[in-house]
């Protein structure tokens, strides 16, 4: 069965410095990969996709994301981090009809500190 | 991006009644929408899936009696959580797309918190 593994629980980092979210996928064929971000009381909000083509996706708010097959890793970039951008982060395999079923992570807790 | 609405937002009920949780998709015609649990400090859990006028789709270990899933129309799906015990407090979350056979993005609700006492 597929699985989706986060190995960070939380993470902090200063505001300005960068970012790396680590993400690991078990599946036996290459998957549609997502990455959500979730902030308190507000649903999740789609930061950028995986289907095919480019490894290296660009997503909403500065966020890219890039695909290592050798690795099964799609992990979650950004150059500069803003206070703001503390959340929940979830990594989603899309199996099924054309990725529509997703399989979330466990998400990493992003805390930013001044 | 499309707008998914759910109400309560937060329920608290005595265990052993019934509760109703409304999906709304608000500005497009929600073909699929998907029912998912999240525990706390835990990741979103899928419960099951359900297309527009058909029965529900239950993932394994989901109770469907327990969790009774109607879609009736295109923006609406509510999800009843009959006879709750404090073991089914959890964070409800609905999730809902336009289309059926090609990729199209699941646009998600904001969550109801359900506290069973």
């Known amino acids: ?87 929940e982060y979830f990594c989603a395999v899309g199996l099924g009809n054309a990725g529509n079923m997703l399989t979330f992570g466990g998400g990493t807790r992003l805390m930013v500190k001044p | 991006g499309a707008v998914v609405s759910q109400h309560p937002s937060r329920v608290i009920c005595k265990s052993g009644t019934s509760v109703k949780i409304e999906c709304r998709s608000l500005d497009f015609q929600a073909t699929t929408m998907f029912w998912y649990r999240q525990f ?26 327990k969790f009774l899933i109607n879609h009736a129309s295109l923006t609406l799906s509510t999800l009843t959580v009959t006879s709750a015990h404090p073991e089914d407090s959890s964070f409800y979350i609905c999730s809902a797309r336009p289309g059926t056979v090609t990729y199209n993005e699941q646009f998600f609700g904001p969550g109801t918190r359900l506290t069973v006492l």
């Not at chain 1, 695909?67 to 970039?77: D, E, I, P, T, V």
Request: hydrophobic content about 35%.
């Open chain 1, 1 to 87: 069965a597929q699985s989706v593994t986060q190995p960070d629980i939380h993470i902090t980092v200063s505001e300005g410095a960068s970012l790396e979210l680590r993400c690991n996928y078990s599946y036996g064929a290459t998957p549609y990969l997502f990455w959500y971000v979730q902030s308190p009381g507000q649903g999740l909000q789609l930061l950028l996709k995986y289907f095919s083509g480019d490894t290296l996706v660009q997503g909403i708010k500065g966020f890219e994301a890039e695909f290592k097959r050798s690795q099964s890793s799609f992990n979650l970039r950004k150059p500069s981090v803003h206070w703001s951008d503390a959340a």
């Open chain 2, 40 to 65: 706390p400090k835990q990741s979103l859990m899928l419960m099951a899936t359900s297309n527009e006028g058909s029965k529900a789709t239950y993932e394994q270990g989901v109770e469907k009696d």
